[in-house]
Structure formats: C-alpha cells, structure tokens
C-alpha cells in the first residue's frame, strides 16, 4: 500500500483513538466547579493585582468560597462590593486594617549630595547596576520613576524633589513598588502607622550625614523618646515595632537632629512632615 496513505491514515486514528480518551476522562473525572466562584469573581474588581495574597482574582474568589479568607482581604474592592460578596456567600465580611506603601527615603535632589551625573537609561534598574544613578547615598532613592511606571493604579507621582509621592486614595498595597525598587525602600505598613523612618543608610554621625542632609545619623535619641520597647536601634538605624511597646506619639520625632523619622500628618497622613523640636527640659 503506498505509504503516502498509510501514514496520514495512522497519525489519523491515532488521533481519534486519544481524543475518545481524553472525551470519556471529561466524561467522568471531571470535577464540576461551584458555580459561586465564577458569580464571586464577577464582584471582585478584576486587577488581578495579588495584594490578597493570591495569584489573581480567580484564585481569590476560590478561596473566598472554600472559606479560607474573607472578603475584606481584596484591598481594592470598595465596601460596598465586599457586603455584597459576603451577602452572596452568606458570610463575615471580615475586618483587615487598610495598607498603604511607604518610602524609606527623604533624600531628594535637595537632600543628597550627588558625585556624578547620571545620564543613560532612564531607569532605576539600570542605573544602579551601571554607576548608582550619580547620588553619594548607595542607599538612597534614584528617583528615575521605576515606582511609578509599575504602579497599576496610578497612585504613584514623582515630586518636584524627585522622589516618589503615593496618593494613599489610589493606592491598593498591591505591591508592585516593592518590588521594582531595586534599593527596597518601599514597604506595605498598616495607615494608621504614623512613625516613619525615611532612612535605610545603615551609618552613624557625620558619616551619614555626609551623604544626605535627612540621613539618621544612629543618635538613638528616637528609641529614647519613644514609649518602652517601641523603637529599637538596629544596624545603626531605628526599628519601629508597633506590637512591642506604644503607644507611638510624635514625642519620638522631636530630638531628631535630621528629620530622618517623621510623624505623619495632613490628609490621612499623607504628608510626612519634620516635627520642630519644641521647648523641652531635654538635657
């Protein structure tokens, strides 16, 4: 038989013969989905963001219906759409204390002394692999807008000091600032946390300051100040931990010599702002 026939007719049935397999293993394996989870995550916003903690919206509402979180986990949906998504699954909506990213930097172009001008590849990334963007501070922010450019939301805006601003209105603590900053001066803390360390040059006394106006000089006057166990010093630079000591007070903020630590104010404390020091019997 020539085999210009035989051949085709081979791969032919062949063909058919793993498609009757796999039809009948549909047939009979196959495991029906609960029809909640597609109404689910048709309520959730679909940004597919993973500030849940999941890979995606669709992953979510499957934990969702399997009872694993709860609805207040989806950073972005409105409270109105995570009543809804209770009510539909007929349970608690959940209590999670909002997020917001913050910037561990207060060093902007009229902060940090600069040795070099950088000038290349408009890129955070790749300014700190090629020459550290110019800035003394091998810590300190680049301000070349990597942040902003990940940011889904559009709740990142570089300032006139070219240094990152996050609109905490925007922001849904998803993320992905933490990870293009290749310095990781980002990081995802509670709103109501309104001491910030706008620091991460692990120095201490003029060393510091040499690179940056705003740099913590490692004074420790903070950790002083603030209510026991509060504020540590660690690697020449304050620790805040909200859940071994408080209460937090701007009293913390008001020896520091720098401005390197702030409490946060204005429009849910978007604004960080240097406290003055105040007339006190500090000796």
Known sequence: MNSFIVAPAIMTGLGLFFALILAVAYRFLRVNEDPRIEETEDLLPGSNCGACGQPGCHAFAEQL??????????????????????????????????????????????????????????????????????????????????????????????????????????????????????????????????????????????????????????????????????IRMEDNLPVIDYSAGGPARPDATYRCPTGAIVWLTGAQFAQAEPQRPRETPYA
Not at 67 to 94: H, K, M, Y
Request: net charge negative; hydrophobic share 40%.
């Open 65 to 230: 219906v399997g009872g694993r979180v709860t609805p207040s986990q989806c950073t972005v949906a409105s409270t109105d759409t995570v009543a809804e998504i209770a009510e539909l699954l007929d349970v608690d909506p959940g209590r999670q204390e909002r997020r917001v990213a913050r910037l561990h930097c207060a060093g902007g172009r009229g902060q940090a002394y600069q040795i070099a001008e950088y000038r290349g590849f408009e890129s955070c990334r790749a300014a700190s692999v090629v020459s550290e963007g110019g800035k003394g501070c091998p810590w300190g922010c680049l301000g070349l807008a990597d942040c902003e450019l990940a940011c889904g939301f559009d709740a990142i805006k570089m300032n006139t000091n070219g240094l990152p601003l996050v609109l905490l209105d925007r922001c849904t603590a998803c993320g992905d600032c933490v990870s293009a900053c290749p310095r990781d001066l980002f990081e995802l803390v509670p709103l109501s946390h309104r001491l910030l360390v706008q620091c991460k040059a692990p120095l201490a006394g003029d060393m510091a300051v040499s690179l940056c106006v705003t740099a913590c000089d490692a004074c420790g006057r903070c950790a002083s100040d603030a209510a026991p166990g509060l």
